[in-house]
C-alpha cells in the first residue's frame, strides 16, 4: 500500500482550506475576528517593492476598465478581496502538500506533526496580522488565540486524514489494497462532503449578515436633498451625459490601502496629538465638531485616475481649518511638520508653514452633510487644496508634530512626493442624440465633459475637431473654485467619424500636458480624445 504523498496532500489541503477560510469570513462578518485571507494579501501589497504594486494596480485598473466595468474602484476591491481568498486557498494546497510529504518520511505521529503544523501556520500569520499596525474593535488577545486555534485544528485535521489515508495497510497483498482503494474513496467522499457542507455555510451566512459595517444614509439626510448648489443659477448647463456635476455620495470612488476597512468606534475614538507640542493631548470627535464649521465644494482625485477614469469625485466636505486647532495644540517652535497617520496603518505628513498659509487646509468629519461615511474615513480625514487623495488620510488616528518631513505611505513606493494635480480634461458625451438647430439655421452637436486643476482653478477650455482649429469651450461656472469645471461645445454637425479632443489652462493660465504619461508617479497626463461616428 501506497503511502499518501504530495498530490494527496495537495487535495487535502484545498479540502481543509475552503472550510477554514469560510469560517473565517463567518466570524469576521459576525464578529469582527481577523480574516486571515485579507491580512495575508494586505501585507504582501505592503512587503513587496513599490514598482511592483504599482504594476499591480496599473494592471488591476486597466484590466477593469477594459473589460467594461462602470466603477473602477468598487470592482478593484472585489477583485483584490477575490484574489486574496484564491492566494489562501492555493497557500493552503501547497501547505498540505508540503506537509504530507514530510510525514511520509516521518516515524512520528501524523496526528502531532499535523498541530504543530497548524499551530507554527498560525502563528506566522497571526505576526503577519500584528505587522499590518491596523486598529480593529476586537480585542487583539481574543484575535490571535482565534486564529492560533482555528490552525490548530485544521493542522491536526490534515495529520488526522493522513492516518486516514496511510490506514493499516502494513502488508502489501493485492486484495488488501484494493479494499483499502474502495475505503480511501469513500472516505474522501464523506471528507468532501462534510467540508463542502461547513465551506457553503460559511459563505452564505457570512454573505447574508453583511452590511452590519456599512453605515448606509437615508438620501433625505444628505446636505445636496434639500440644498442648492451655489453655482445653480449658473447660464452654461451641462450636455446630458456628463457626468453629475456634484457626486452622489453613493457613486463616490473610494480607494485605500487594504482589502478591508479598518473598524472604528466612534464613541471610543481619539485623536491623539503628539509629538514636539508641551502637552500630548486627546480630542473627541465632539470636541472637534464644537468648532465653527468650515464647508467647502471640493473635487478629490486619485493620482492612479486614468484618462478618462472615474477616480475623481466631488462633494461638500465639512471640518474645522487647521489654522484654528494648531494654536490650541501647543506646537513647539522648531515643528515643521505634522505626521498623520491612520487606523488602517497609513500616514502621510503635512508642513506646518502650508498649514499657517492656508486656511482651507481642514480636518474633515462630514461629506455631504452626514458623518463621513467609514469607507470615506470615518470619523476624521484631512483636507490639503491642490493635491491628489494619496497625500490626505482618512480615519486619522494620531498626529505628531515632528521637525522634519517623512515621506508617506505612497511616497515610500515610489510616488510623487508633492503629489500636486495634474491639469487635466475629459470628453464625457459627444450628445448626438440631442443636436438642435442654432440661431443660424446649423445643426449643433453638443459635446460636454469636465475639467480640473486642482485648486487653481481652469481658466480655459480647447476644443479640436479631427485637425481643426482649436475652439474654445463655454465653460460653466464652477460649483466651488476648489471643484471641476464643466464645459460644454456645440459642434457644427457634420456626417461621418470624427476625432474629438479637449485640452485645458488652468488659472494661471497653464497648459495642460500634451505628452501622455502613466499615473506612476505623478500622476496621468495626456490630452482626451475619443473618435465618433456621426
Ligand atoms: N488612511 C488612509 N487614507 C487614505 C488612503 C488610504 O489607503 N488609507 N488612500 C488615499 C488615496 S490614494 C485616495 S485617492 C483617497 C481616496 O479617498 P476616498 O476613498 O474617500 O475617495 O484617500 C486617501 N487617504
Ligand atoms: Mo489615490
Redesign the pocket.
Known amino acids: 500500500m501506497k503511502k499518501p504523498g504530495i498530490f494527496t496532500g495537495a487535495l487535502i489541503g484545498a479540502l481543509l482550506t475552503a472550510p477554514l477560510i469560510a469560517v473565517f469570513y463567518l466570524a469576521w462578518k459576525l464578529f469582527g475576528l481577523p480574516f486571515a485571507p485579507f491580512n495575508i494579501f494586505d501585507w504582501v501589497a505592503r512587503i513587496l517593492p513599490g514598482p511592483v504594486v504599482t504594476f499591480g494596480i496599473d494592471s488591476l485598473v486597466s484590466t477593469i476598465r477594459s473589460l467594461g466595468f462602470t466603477d473602477t ?1 468598487e470592482t478593484a476591491k472585489t477583485a483584490e478581496q477575490l484574489m486574496a481568498v484564491a492566494i489562501f486557498l492555493i497557500a493552503g494546497i501547497v501547505a498540505g502538500a508540503i506537509l504530507f510529504a514530510v510525514l511520509c518520511r516521518l516515524k512520528k505521529s501524523a496526528l502531532r506533526a499535523g498541530i504543530i503544523f497548524g499551530v507554527i501556520n498560525g502563528v506566522i500569520v497571526l505576526i503577519i496580522g500584528l505587522s499590518l499596525a491596523r486598529t480593529t474593535n476586537v480585542n487583539p488577545i481574543l484575535g490571535g488565540v482565534w486564529i492560533i486555534a482555528m490552525f490548530l485544528v485544521w493542522g491536526a485535521l490534515l495529520g488526522w486524514t493522513y492516518n486516514r489515508f496511510r490506514g493499516n495497510a502494513t502488508n502489501d497483498k493485492a486484495e488488501k489494497d484494493s479494499v483499502e482503494q474502495v475505503n480511501r474513496r469513500n472516505f474522501l467522499i464523506k471528507l468532501g462532503g462534510a467540508t463542502a457542507s461547513v465551506t457553503v455555510i460559511g459563505a452564505v451566512v457570512g454573505s447574508l449578515v453583511g452590511g452590519r459595517r456599512e453605515t448606509s444614509v437615508a438620501t433625505n439626510e444628505l446636505w445636496s436633498a434639500s440644498n442648492i448648489l451655489p453655482n445653480a443659477g449658473a447660464d452654461v448647463l451641462p450636455v446630458p451625459g456628463t457626468r453629475p456635476e456634484f457626486t452622489p455620495l453613493s457613486e ?7 482589502t478591508t476597512l479598518p473598524t472604528i468606534n466612534g464613541e471610543t475614538w481619539r485623536l491623539n496629538i503628539g509629538g514636539l507640542v508641551e502637552k500630548p493631548l486627546q480630542m473627541t470627535i465632539e470636541q472637534i465638531r464644537r468648532y465653527e464649521p468650515l464647508h467647502q465644494f471640493v473635487t ?5 485616475n486614468p484618462i478618462p477614469g472615474d ?1 475623481i ?1 466631488t462633494t461638500r466636505w465639512t471640518g474645522v481649518s487647521l489654522q484654528k486647532l494648531l494654536p490650541e495644540w501647543g506646537l513647539k517652535p522648531n515643528a515643521t511638520h505634522l505626521k498623520i497617520s ?3 496603518g ?1 500616514w502621510e505628513t503635512a508642513a506646518v508653514e502650508k498649514i499657517m498659509t492656508d486656511p482651507r487646509v481642514m480636518l474633515c468629519y462630514a461629506w455631504d452633510g452626514v458623518p463621513l461615511l467609514d ?3 470615518f470619523p476624521l ?1 484631512i483636507y490639503i487644496p491642490d493635491v ?3 497625500n ?4 486619522i488616528e494620531s498626529i505628531e508634530a515632528m521637525d522634519h518631513w517623512e515621506p508617506g ?2 511616497v515610500v513606493r515610489g510616488w510623487s512626493r508633492e503629489a500636486q494635480i495634474d491639469t487635466t480634461s475629459i470628453i464625457d458625451t459627444v450628445a448626438i442624440g440631442e443636436k438642435f438647430t442654432g440661431v443660424n439655421g446649423q445643426t449643433l452637436v453638443p459635446v460636454g465633459g469636465i475639467a480640473f486643476a486642482g485648486a487653481r482653478g481652469i481658466s480655459k477650455v480647447e476644443v479640436q475637431v479631427d485637425e481643426g482649429e482649436w475652439q474654445a469651450a463655454q465653460l460653466r461656472a464652477p460649483i466651488s473654485e476648489k471643484t471641476w469645471v464643466v464645459w460644454r461645445y456645440e459642434f457644427p454637425f457634420q456626417q461621418g467619424e470624427h476625432t474629438f479632443t479637449v485640452r485645458s489652462y488652468d488659472g494661471s493660465g497653464t497648459l495642460q500636458i500634451r505628452e501622455q504619461t502613466p499615473p506612476h508617479p505623478d500622476g496621468a497626463t495626456s490630452w482626451h480624445s475619443t473618435k465618433i461616428s456621426l
Open positions: 474602484a463616490h470612488y473610494r480607494i485605500d490601502i487594504n478629490l482625485e486619485c493620482i492612479s477616480l469625485g491612520s487606523a488602517d497609513f469607507k470615506h474615513g480625514r491628489y487623495g494619496m490626505q488620510p482618512k480615519w505611505y505612497w
